[in-house]
């Protein structure tokens, strides 16, 4: 496959409730959620230069996004003020919003097959089970016409250090060669781990 362009933006902060689902080991209390992306060392052009061109509209931009919030069955008992990644619009998806206001790009929401508890320990629990067994979750959707899009924005949550495995079932099925990739990540106080790493691996 051929090697394409990863470019990380901009550090920015997102003020909320505790991080997303396995962002970090059990039983962290984090009141702050961070986003986070940083230039991508490998890359000649600066962070303004991508963000704009992208911004200009320069070839059609897809904004792909993987949300706890998009793929939980919510329990009754879900509290808005503790768990605000997984009430909607959830985190991630709030930033992909922002993105594609900026860019005017397609939203395209990753979707899993089985949805995932709305319960931190819950998912923390089905998070590692797929981690553990390299798992690739089912979508419910594929992108069309792929070929149109020249950028594309991904977003997702760190989850135990990485990505939701589900963001490489998407990368699988999507084949992003010959264009120019940025990633948008939430967490806690994790960063963006090695979800980078696994990412570039990825694609």
């Known amino acids: 496959m051929k090697k394409r362009t990863i470019t990380l933006l901009l550090a ?21 959620q961070t986003v986070q992306t940083q230039d991508d060392a490998n ?5 303004e230069e991508d963000g704009q061109n992208a911004a200009d ?12 919030a998009d793929n939980a069955v919510l329990a009754d008992d879900v509290d808005a003020m503790t768990s605000p990644s997984v009430i909607p619009p959830g985190n991630v998806q709030q930033l992909a919003d922002w993105v594609q206001e900026e860019t005017g790009g397609d939203l395209f929401s990753i979707k899993v097959e ?25 979508l419910t959707a594929s992108v069309e016409n792929l070929e149109q ?12 250090y990485g990505v939701p495995m589900a963001l490489l079932t998407f990368l699988e099925e999507n084949d992003l060669s010959g264009k120019d990739v ?17 990412i570039t691996e990825a694609v």
């Open 12 to 32: 920015l902060t997102l003020a909320a409730g505790t991080a997303g689902c396995g962002a970090q080991s059990e039983g962290t209390d984090d009141s702050s």
């Open 43 to 47: 890359t000649g052009e600066s962070q």
């Open 57 to 68: 509209g320069q070839g059609n931009v897809l904004v792909a996004y993987f949300s706890w």
């Open 114 to 138: 089985d949805p995932y508890p709305s319960d931190w320990d819950e998912c923390l629990e089905r998070a590692n089970e797929e981690l553990s067994e390299d798992a690739r979750p089912e």
């Open 149 to 160: 899009y020249d950028t594309v924005f991904l977003g997702y949550p760190n989850w135990w």
């Open 182 to 198: 940025y990633l948008f990540c939430s967490h806690g106080t994790g960063g963006l781990a090695n979800s980078v790493d696994i």
